[in-house]
Nanobody, 124 residues
């Protein structure tokens, strides 16, 4: 049974930083593609960042490029999202996602394993 458990969310002021973590179990982490998505109230889930199996390829939404580097540690089966220069419009529930495969994906429909989400709130 695949489990993805996010942590690291919270309340932060405009311009602050947070680091999200996603601990995975029940899957072959080292050959899985991973991604971060977010969903704000009343909006659809949207892509944030993705990383391939060996960290050789990373993709970012334009809205977070240069601010939210994605990283993974295959030895620890953990995915990270370092969130810098946070803005109020970054407020959302953040989800990590995983799927088998050596490629890279950024469409939520392409992922079949999801965490429960962690709330990130950025105040003015």
């Amino acid at each position: 049974q695949v489990q993805l458990v996010e942590s690291g969310g919270g309340l932060v002021q405009d311009g602050g930083s947070l680091r999200l973590s996603c601990a995975a179990s029940g899957l072959t982490f080292s050959t899985s593609a991973l991604g971060w998505f977010r969903q704000a109230p009343g909006k659809e889930r949207e892509f944030v960042a993705a990383i391939n199996w060996n960290s050789g390829i990373k993709r970012y939404a334009d809205s977070v490029k240069g601010r939210f580097p994605i990283a993974r540690d295959n030895a620890k089966s953990t995915l990270y999202l370092q969130m810098n220069s946070l803005k109020p419009e970054d407020t959302a529930v953040y989800y990590c996602a995983a799927r088998r495969g050596l490629g890279i994906w950024n469409n939520p429909d392409d992922f079949n394993n999801w965490g429960q989400g962690t709330q990130v709130t950025v105040s003015l």
